[in-house]
């Protein structure tokens, strides 16, 4: 997902790269056209490792299940439960990083820490070490996104970042492309080899896999210690800063966020329905990203090699058309319309939920993964508007934070996506190989229920939207 606050859609269309060292403000001295797109540059191609590693292992899954001798609904837990336990403690502290620490270095650790973890997935002997490897995932990544949109919002002045933004989509649209076609070849390829054994580790064919992912994060890691860090944005007046003076005890809360959630809280009727919105529709399509692969194999009898050259032409397809898409109707929105972002959110939910369900009662494999296809078209285009939503009313010093909770939302409910679908696999319809059962019932009952919180969210979105340009903003 790709986030930032919305500008003049005629401004960023006619802007060019050169507009950057033109666009300075009184208040703001902005980085030069080369540091702002290399820190760019790095940025996608972090969020890139980090997609396509997600993307392999859930390309293992099938294999994970047999070797370990996995339920469904523990299989689902590996996927995500397991990695999101740390987060519940550390997420929200560590995007605090973002908003008081130099973002680049929080950047560097973070995607270090994503490829240790990958790494010790491929050395680990049992269930339960690879459980424990995976819970330190989504801790290490949770600040990837706050510092990053928070970086890249003070690298590029309003006329230009929607097109940042736009770009860095590119790293999710390579990792999704590039992780089904690789991950799907590498999986055949080493399926007959025989266990490896190294320093008394059984090493099992697929898990190499994992341990080569891993190495392209360290290299990530280091490119971010080559990044110019941008100045800060000032923050708005309107703002209610965090103490400054206040006892210890008060900064270490004030540092867990509790700031953030206040102002969260006191928007409520703004904030809660998009972010209702995002959990709804997070927890079926991260379940539905992962199960999609044992779906194909029960119901088509596809391998992960033809799995992953059709996802990779359906991703690359639907992952251009819907960059295009999103932009398009967002454009035409805004010019008549304050709630641009929201409504257009809404319209690419329903898109999703119809291509969706039609993916899964599909008749031929081939039908399915074009259907899929399309469902991420629509993902993919109501990405940056629904995002940009939260960038434009969030306040300014609390940036990092409040994109922390939103993006807190779209990870834990996401992360309980796989174990759900799992769960309903096994415990509800009762027979693993009537998964497609549990998939269309999950997406019939959980992506209208998204579509229509983030249609209640239109008003009062469209109300703080005035209210902020009232105010200057």
Not at 180 to 200: A, F
Not at 237 to 265: C, L, N, W, Y
Not at 285 to 309: C, K, V, Y
Not at 368 to 376: H, N, V, Y
Request: proline share 6%; with cysteine.
């Amino acid at each position: 997902m790709a986030m930032g606050p919305p500008a003049a859609p005629e401004a960023d269309v006619q802007s060019t790269p050169q507009e950057l060292d033109q666009a300075n403000t009184p208040d703001k001295e902005w980085p030069s056209t080369t540091a702002a797109y290399w820190a760019l540059f790095v940025i996608i191609f972090a969020t890139f490792v980090t997609f396509f590693d997600q993307v392999v292992f859930g390309m293992l899954g099938e294999r994970i299940k047999q070797d370990f001798g996995l339920t469904d609904a523990q299989l689902g837990f590996l996927a995500g439960p397991a990695s999101i336990i740390c987060y519940l403690f550390v997420g929200i502290p560590l995007a605090r990083l973002a908003d008081i620490y130099p973002r680049k270095y929080v950047l560097s650790g973070g995607v270090a820490v994503v490829g240790l973890v990958t790494a010790l997935g491929g050395i680990a002997q049992t269930f339960i070490q690879f459980v424990g490897s995976r819970v330190f995932l989504a801790a290490g990544g949770s600040a990837h996104a706050p510092s990053s949109y928070s970086l890249i919002a003070d690298a590029f002045p309003p006329q230009v970042i929607t097109r940042a933004f736009a770009l860095l989509q590119f790293g999710f649209i390579g990792g999704t492309t590039l992780g089904p076609v690789i991950g799907g070849w590498l999986i055949v390829t080493t399926s007959h080899w025989d266990p490896s054994y190294v320093g008394g580790l059984r090493i099992l064919p697929w898990q190499w896999i994992l341990i080569w992912i891993a190495l392209p994060a360290f290299f990530a890691a280091a490119l971010f210690l080559t990044v110019k860090e941008p100045k800060r944005m000032a923050p708005a007046a309107d703002v209610e800063q965090p103490p400054t003076d206040a006892s210890f005890g008060r900064k270490v809360i004030t540092f867990m966020g509790f700031d953030a959630a206040k102002a969260i809280h006191a928007n409520g009727r703004v904030y809660y329905p998009m972010f209702g919105a995002l959990a709804l529709s997070a927890t079926e399509s991260f379940g539905l990203s992962f199960w999609r692969i044992p779906f194909m194999i029960r119901t088509f009898g596809w391998d992960e090699a033809e799995i992953g050259a059709a996802i990779g032409l359906t991703v690359l397809i639907g992952s251009l058309a819907g960059l295009v898409l999103g932009g398009t109707v967002v454009e035409f929105l805004a010019k008549r319309h304050k709630d641009a972002n929201v409504r257009a959110a809404f319209i690419f939910f329903c898109g999703t939920t119809v291509s969706t369900i039609t993916a899964l009662l599909a008749p031929t494999g081939w039908t399915s993964m074009i259907a899929f296809g399309f469902a991420g078209m629509f993902g993919l285009a109501g990405a940056v508007p629904q995002n940009a939503a939260i960038q434009r009313v969030a306040p300014n010093s609390m940036r990092g934070q409040v994109t922390a909770f939103y993006l807190f939302m779209f990870t834990f409910f996401g992360a309980m996506g796989s174990f759900l679908i799992g769960f309903v696999s096994e415990y509800i319809i009762g027979d693993p190989q009537k998964l497609q059962q549990a998939l269309v019932l999950t997406a019939a009952v959980i992506l209208p229920m998204a579509g229509f919180l983030m249609f209640r969210a239109i008003k009062p979105y469209r109300g703080e939207v005035e209210r902020l340009e009232s105010l200057g903003r």
